[in-house]
């Protein structure tokens, strides 16, 4: 590595960042680095320079990289020196699609998605609810019907009868079905003579034509109508601990697909020197005027608030078996899914996108099923025609079941594959006994969509999987799924490097959100967004990469997190 000659443009590249930002960077006393990480196995993602063993970071910028001797020397007496012991460095993870207010108020809530058994699911909610003055609501719970014997859908009997005075409404993992008690079903006035809205469906017992509690997708709106909206005071503690619990997994970035109008609540907190988190806070496209009319575009923001993006839905998902589909479900033919709502009345959707993209602003649409996946790809196509070129980035949230005409179409119209691995691994227990094996092979097309030329930018889906980037960056390259029944992977031609697999966590997400020249690698110029992680999952044994711990965070120039370097 010529790193004499590489440290000197680094130098002269921060250089001319300083000089040519003076109203962005405060007066400085000294040019010394602020921090440097030494004796670390630095991978920038970068492939311009892919490796390094030291980084210095000047105020919130990466300064510079070389080697530890080199950058030693450029130490004052103010610099911190971080030794990392040989550990791997990696550029900040960057979530690019959480439900980070309902991760930080799921902290608080009840937890049922481990809950193995009704059993235990009714048992956990008993416990909680004898926590609750009555009248209190039981939210969130993340419960996972697949893990008990047969998958049945619990009922409101389950728990009625532990919460006659405590209104509860806790919804599957992926957020597309919730269970209500009788309680709560009361208040939102769901009877058996309550019809069906559309892109929801009312669960009824097939002998009484009773509700049991389940509502899927849009039915879910009669109950969230009566339930208890959160203060603000509640929001702001919800987005600190999101906050905090992001920082200690070395998430420095999230794109918040379900932000709405909270805004206020991470400015508030960017106010008051609370947020570790950059937040690119997307709205919902149905109320895209709302933003259109203010005037901002797609980029709209600074460094650590951004806004400018709209999401809308198109199907539902398939554990809740509303992800929409051209054939019926394997193991429900009488149903081949749901369009979601907001494709209602016919042409709404595309009505919806060609506003939105005439008004600047960037478009990403959840799509599950082939069938969703189709119907939005040939609305973006539209969309392009109409309001001709430009560099909008039209986004596919989920893209998880794709039929194998469709996977070129995200290169080919630059479409971007917003993609949780995690999900792979979950819904690959139980998948194929909904859609079958064959159209499996699609299924979390990681490798395909990567070898046609398409852009991968990955997440979590929070809280619907776990935030931990280790375990998104484990399911990718291993595919092993969670009920160790596929110890070579599920469908493992799928499977896609590490480096493919933290590209698409760092610099794929900071594309999809437009900041690829400020984030995403460890440049110098770049915002300083790093991590230490105890283990170089580039070279170990790949099913010991989700027991690989981060360390330290650093965000914005400032260390959030600090766990034991060694």
Known sequence: MQTKSILLVCLFTIFVAMTTNVQSQPQRKSQFPDLIIVNANVRTMDQSWPAAEAVAVYGNR????????????LAGAGTRVIDAHGQLVLPGFNDAHVHFLSGGFQLASVDLRDANTPEEFADRIRNFAGKLPPGRWITGGDWDHERWAGAPLPTKELIDRYTPNTPVFVNRLDGHMSLANSAALKLAGVTRETKDPDGGLIVRDPKTG??????????????WKVAPQSSFEEKLTAARAASEHAARLGVTSVHDVSAGTDVGVYQTLLDRGE???????VSALPSWERLARTGVRARFGGDMLRIGGLKGFSD??????????????KDSPETRGLAGDEMFPEGAMLERVRASDRAGLQVMIHAIGDRANDQILSIYEQIVKENGERDRRFRIEHAQHLRS????????DRVIASMQPYHAIDDGRWAEKRIGHERAKTTYAFRSLLDAGGVLAFGTDWSVAPLDPMLSIYAAVTRRTLDGKNPQGWIPEQKISVEEAVRAYTAGSAYAEFTEKEKGTITPGKLADLVIINSDIFRIDPKDI?????VMTIMDGRVVYEGPVR
């Open 210 to 223: 009773e509700p049991t509690g389940v509502l899927k997708d849009a039915a879910m709106s009669f109950v």
């Open 316 to 329: 539902g998902s398939l554990g809740s078996t509303t992800a929409f589909f051209y054939e019926p479900y």
């Open 62 to 73: 990466i300064m510079a990289l070389g080697s530890t001797k080199e950058i030693t020397k």
């Open 546 to 550: 989700e027991i690989a711990r981060v």
């Open 405 to 412: 005409q469709d996977i070129a179409r995200f290169a080919r």
């Open 275 to 281: 947020l570790k988190t950059r937040i690119y806070a």
